[in-house]
């Protein structure tokens, strides 16, 4: 069984010379579309979608909101206590989206032994998850200090491009700080910026339970320390929701079979970081959006997003920033089917049948769809006010807008066309104006509803299948 060290990622297809640290094209893409957070205290609509992201964390948090999530609020806590360790070198801890019998079989071989040694499915697997996390990751982590203090890392400055944000829209940074009484440095605040739930609401709701590993803890050991220490890590955007969104969305794409219920599995992850504590909805909702952007980026074979070198994106913690070997994909698609066909044989080997038929074996939280699908939609915009007045009285098409965003489709349903594929996420777009649709095509993603519209993909898909054999 092969065996993977966090600080020794495996190489996919090329080496190459990583630059100096420095933000990325990508980044800076990032960062202006994550960048209207940052101006919200300049409009009533703004001041409004603040202090209703702070209510409405604080509900979430305290269970005083009910929300329609898959498990009583209890377990759900526990869970979110568990989802507080980064599985990102095999994605094993999402993988309950894939139903009972095929996360059963996938999570005994892909395991984390500890907190720095895990076992994969296979290479090509492991790279892809290496590969398009990092991608992901490096994105949202731009967010954190940039919009907390305006700098890379806590001290050392952004780039002129960078900088230029703030001055083109006007924002400021440690948004979540001046508005909820926490501005940076202050007692009890983060030093940098953007303090968290856990910082600025002081209706906390702590408690006890079992870790990943299933040993005793807290979850303020995942707040303050010492399993992980967010006291001085600014909140915007969600790096645990940019992971979940990432890895499920992989294998999404990679199990069309449960495409929608790895879509409520990344809506879950991301919602039990407000449930711990750690985040508010306007983190979650950035980091959804930092995932999808990428993700469609990368499987449109986008030049900024592949054939660069890449750091090593297996971490010991989720504030671990440890200097892996340099990856390089060239051709995106071409990584994803290798890794498709090899994840397929083994559980189809693992499972003892087919893997639609395995998909179908499912006794677990995710077996509801209709319950699925209600507590996605809770979650598309929390139910935060419109910001973007202009925006919410457009019409969009996504094929014109964003293109690229179809092949979070075609890539799980290849029958389907890139313009039907987009034709759908047209039509099961969310809301519009909301705090990050300020009419930029990244803020459309903020928009997409991949679980109405992985639904409406697999049934296109299935009836084209249909009229195929019945010729």
Not at 16 to 26: E, G, S, V, Y
Not at 167 to 182: C, H, L, M, Q, V
Not at 300 to 327: C, F, H, L, S, W
Not at 357 to 379: E, G, H, I, L
Request: overall charge neutral; glycine content about 10%.
């Amino acid at each position: 069984m092969r065996h993977r060290k966090a600080t020794g990622f495996a190489i996919l297809c090329v080496l190459a010379p990583l630059p100096a640290l420095a933000q990325t094209a990508t980044n800076i893409t990032a960062l202006k579309g994550l960048a209207p957070v940052s101006t919200l205290m300049r409009t009533p609509e703004g001041e409004a979608a603040l202090k209703a992201n702070l209510e409405v964390t604080t509900g979430i948090q305290t269970g005083t909101l009910k929300q329609p999530i898959l498990l009583p609020f209890a377990e759900q806590q526990q869970l979110a206590l568990r989802d507080a360790f980064i599985t990102d070198g095999n994605a094993t801890e999402l993988t309950d989206g894939l139903g009972t019998s095929l996360a059963a079989v996938y999570q005994a071989k892909a395991r984390y032994e500890n907190h720095k040694d895990f076992t994969s499915i296979s290479k090509a697997l492991a790279d892809l998850i290496g590969y398009t996390n990092n991608v992901t990751k490096s994105d949202s982590n731009a967010g954190k200090y940039f919009f907390a203090n305006a700098t890379k890392n806590g001290k050392d400055a952004v780039s002129a491009e960078a900088s230029a944000i703030y001055t083109a829209n006007g924002g400021i940074p440690d948004i979540f700080g001046k508005a909820y009484d926490r501005p940076a440095g202050s007692t009890g605040a983060d030093a940098f910026g953007n303090s968290r739930p856990f910082q600025t609401d002081p209706t906390l709701l702590a408690y006890r339970g079992n870790d990943y590993f299933g040993k005793a803890s807290h979850t303020i050991d995942w707040l303050r320390g010492p399993s992980q220490n967010l006291t001085d890590s600014p909140s915007y955007p969600s790096g645990h929701t940019t992971y979940g969104y990432t890895e499920s969305l992989l294998l999404a794409i990679l199990v069309p079979e449960r495409y929608q219920q790895m879509i409520a599995r990344a809506a879950e992850y991301g919602n039990n970081r407000i449930v711990i504590g750690a985040h508010y909805a306007m983190d979650v909702l950035g980091g959804r959006t930092v995932a999808t952007h990428a993700v469609a980026h990368l499987l449109a074979n986008d030049p900024a997003y592949v054939g660069q070198g890449r750091k090593n994106p297996a971490v010991i913690n989720a504030m671990g920033q440890t200097d892996g070997e340099p990856v390089v994909v060239t051709d995106y698609q071409a990584a994803l089917k290798t890794a498709k066909a090899e994840l397929t044989t083994f559980l189809t080997a693992a499972c003892g049948g087919d893997v639609a038929t395995c998909a179908a074996k499912d006794d677990s939280r995710f077996k509801n769809a209709a319950a699925n699908k209600t507590f996605y939609d809770v979650t598309q915009t929390y139910g935060l006010p419109v910001v973007h007045k202009d925006a919410a009285g457009q019409t969009v098409d996504v094929g014109k807008a964003a293109p690229e965003a179809g092949y979070l489709l075609t890539a799980a349903f290849p029958s389907l066309s890139l313009d039907e594929a987009n034709a759908i996420l047209t039509e099961t777009l969310g809301p519009a104006g909301g705090f990050l649709d300020d009419g930029s095509a990244f803020g459309l993603y903020s928009r997409l509803n991949l679980y109405a519209a992985g639904g409406k993909a697999a049934a296109l898909a299935a009836s084209k299948g249909t009229a195929a054999s019945t010729r």
